[in-house]
């Protein structure tokens, strides 16, 4: 499940996380990972015909015209230059929805001008909301597999603010 850092280093009680995600309309969910995709998930790298698996097994939502896999790993040649770039603090016109599928990894969020660190894993289900300053860092391990559910049927993008990670 979730846990969410303040700067401070506290930890913010479940109850906190509700009443937080709440104010600011941020979704933090369990959805258990189908078991039928542990080995495919396990693979390093995922070509296209697995990753197809992996969004067969997983439910669309009607309200987003696109989705897709991402998988950040040590062994994806432009793993470093794809990471850095979801580290710059930015926003999205539409919601940002990730299934965290494998791996681990960190969403920064601004909450009462204070920096919160929503860290995530295997079955998390996490909405951040259109306009909300955010970033996302992977973790020691440098590794992550989830499917992005996209408002924009061109695929990602972002509006970066320029604030310092």
Do not use: C
């Not at 700067?7 to 009443?19: K, L, M, P, V």
């Not at 909405?127 to 970033?135: I, R, T």
């Amino acid at each position: 499940m979730a846990t969410l850092l303040f700067d401070d280093g506290r930890e913010a009680t479940a109850a906190e996380i509700e009443a937080i995600a709440r104010a600011h309309r941020i979704v933090v969910e369990h959805r258990p990972v189908p078991a039928a995709l542990a080995e495919t998930l396990a693979r390093p790298l995922l070509d296209d015909t697995a990753a197809a698996t992996v969004l067969d097994a997983l439910p669309p939502r009607p309200e987003f015209p696109s989705r897709d896999l991402i998988v950040l790993h040590p062994e994806r040649p432009d793993n470093e230059q794809l990471a850095t770039k979801f580290e710059n603090w930015h926003r999205h016109a539409g919601d940002e929805i990730r299934h965290i599928l494998d791996g681990a990894g960190i969403f920064g969020v601004i909450v009462d001008g204070q920096r919160a660190d929503l860290h995530v894993g295997p079955g998390d289900f996490i909405v951040v909301p259109a306009g909300l300053e955010h970033n996302f860092r992977l973790t020691a391990a440098r590794r992550i597999k989830a499917v992005r559910y996209l408002s924009d049927a061109e695929g990602w993008s972002a509006e970066f603010t320029g604030r310092a990670a």
